[in-house]
């Protein structure tokens, strides 16, 4: 049997779940829930037997963002009042303590597993998402055409040396389209959970250039490339 790579795999916007907290007042249709959420990476990212630590959500990323601070209240924040799309998510917006409420039953316990297994022996913790092709209005590039790839560690979430060589294994797998903190430069997981482990966020892009199997398979060589690489 294969050892599992010592990488801690976190897929926090592949869930499409409303939950009962809010479903009563949750406008949007399941298509929309789609639209918002990171496409494919629940196939892309199924990689749960082959690392040491695997950490997803089945709640939808417009009804709990686990990739926002806890006090992000903008319009899409933590808890949305419009999707990326800029549709309403709500026809009525959660009152404060419904608003805590999925905070404490969604958000911040898996931070807190975050957390814990920090210190179980993981090399790195990857925080995955998949990305629309062309941005959204809500995003740091509306309308601008996307890489298939994007890894970034903003703020020195991981070392430059292991960054740079990750994008390199990356770009053997996929044809050398990959940008390094453009268009995203990081997010919250990857910010607040750096101090305890090294962490990157990886983006692929939702545009068909390969299936999602075959991107799930990019994804684990280039995984396997770089820990050779960094571990000798």
């Not at 009962?20 to 494919?40: F, H, K, N, W, Y």
């Not at 905070?103 to 995955?128: F, K, M, W």
Request: with cysteine; hydrophobic share 35%.
């Amino acid at each position: 049997m294969n050892k599992k790579l010592p990488i801690l795999i976190s897929v926090p916007h592949a869930g499409e779940t409303i939950p009962p907290e809010v479903a009563d007042r949750c406008i949007l249709t399941p298509e929309q829930i789609m639209a918002d959420s990171d496409g494919g990476a629940s196939e892309i990212y199924a990689l749960e037997d082959l690392v040491e630590c695997f950490m997803t959500t089945h709640i939808a990323r417009a009804i709990t963002d686990l990739n926002r601070a806890p006090d992000d209240r903008r319009g899409d924040g933590v808890v949305k009042t419009h999707t990326c799309n800029l549709e309403a998510v709500y026809s009525t917006f959660p009152d404060a303590g419904t608003v805590q409420l999925l905070l404490d039953r969604y958000y911040h316990p898996y931070h807190q597993e975050l957390t814990s297994l920090a210190n179980s022996g993981i090399v790195l913790g990857v925080d995955c998402h998949t990305m629309a092709a062309i941005g959204p209005p809500v995003g740091p590039d509306p309308g601008g055409e996307r890489p298939r790839i994007c890894i970034s560690n903003g703020d020195g979430t991981c070392p430059d040396d292991w960054f740079e060589s990750l994008g390199d294994c990356l770009a053997e797998i996929f044809d050398g389209s990959v940008r390094l903190n453009s268009p995203f430069t990081g997010g919250y997981i990857t910010r607040r959970h750096a101090p305890e482990m090294p962490w990157v966020q990886l983006e692929l892009s939702r545009a068909p250039f390969m299936s999602n199997s075959d991107k799930r398979s990019g994804v684990l060589e280039s995984l396997r490339r770089w820990l050779s690489i960094i571990t000798g």
